[in-house]
């Protein structure tokens, strides 16, 4: 086993490690908002982790330039997504965590 | 010409993505290439903006700063999501994006959106929503490190 062997397991692992995390948070914060915050933890660095821990498995050839696109799109793509989700649900009328706390608190003082 | 430009760019894009260099195949890719290329010609008659392909020099100026950036606040919301995921205080704030050339408020808000603990709601007369995770998330989008950096590097053309 050299060297980039080990570079590269060392950042597969940690990879796979933040994208559990993003699951777990995806079932642990209160609300929607929060929900895609922990999302974007596995779309963003357990996705350059785990790409470039692949991109030192190759033989630095077509492969890697196929790697590298994917990432690309990736960064490109996931963000966009993440947004339209978030505004849709805006201006879908669904309130924040801290707004909608506010609300509870008026309708209690009713 | 742009359209020069192009078709070195999707050539390239195929050749990479093929990797086979035989006459059949070889000519399958000039022929998309050239669908391609038809169809961009089209569109420029309806949109009246061509577009342009910048040069990457400047997103590798910038793409290093970003993964930076990314991890630190990464490692910060792993932290919360292992620790105390309820004692997270959201807040939604209005950040202005004017000082950026408006070719690049994209960026700046696919920016926001990729570094977690932030997120862009909405996009609207160079006024960004930011959705954090935290407060002191949108104290540091104010500071503007992140829209000082994108208008050293994207503002020079404009």
Redesign the interface.
């Given at each position: 086993m050299d060297f980039l062997d080990i570079v590269s397991s060392m950042l597969l692992l940690a990879g796979v490690f933040f994208g559990f995390s993003g699951a777990v948070g995806l079932f642990r914060f209160p609300d929607f908002f929060t929900r895609v915050h922990a999302a974007s933890v596995t779309d963003s660095i357990a996705a350059i982790l785990i790409i470039g821990g692949l991109l030192l498995q190759t033989s630095f050839d077509l492969n890697t330039a196929k790697l590298v696109f994917i990432l690309l799109f990736l960064l490109v793509t996931s963000p966009t997504a993440s947004h339209a989700l978030a505004k849709s649900a805006r201006h879908g009328g669904l309130l924040t965590l801290a707004e909608s706390s506010s609300q509870d608190k008026q309708e209690s003082a009713k | 010409m742009h359209i020069v430009k192009w078709t070195v760019v999707l050539s390239i894009f195929w050749l990479?993505?093929s990797?086979y260099i035989e006459p059949l195949l070889l000519s399958f890719g000039a022929i998309s290439v050239v669908v391609v290329l038809l169809v961009l010609k089209r569109m420029d008659k309806v949109e009246n903006e061509p577009g342009h392909i910048g040069t990457s020099l400047r997103l590798i100026r910038y793409a290093p700063w970003l993964?930076g950036q990314?991890?630190s606040s990464?490692l910060h919301?792993?932290k919360?999501?292992?620790g105390s995921?309820?004692k997270?205080?959201?807040?939604?704030a209005k950040i202005s994006a004017k000082d950026i050339p408006p070719s690049s408020r994209v960026l700046y808000?696919?920016?926001i959106?990729?570094?977690?603990?932030?997120?862009?709601?909405?996009l609207e007369e160079g006024e960004v929503?930011v959705?954090a995770?935290q407060e002191s998330s949108i104290a540091e989008l104010e500071e503007g490190q992140m829209e000082k950096k994108i208008t050293a590097i994207w503002g020079e053309n404009k």
């Open positions: - | 990479l993505l990797g993964i990314i991890f990464g919301v792993t919360l999501i292992w995921p309820d997270v205080s959201p807040a939604l808000a696919n920016s959106t990729l570094t977690p603990g932030t997120l862009s709601v909405d929503t959705h995770l």
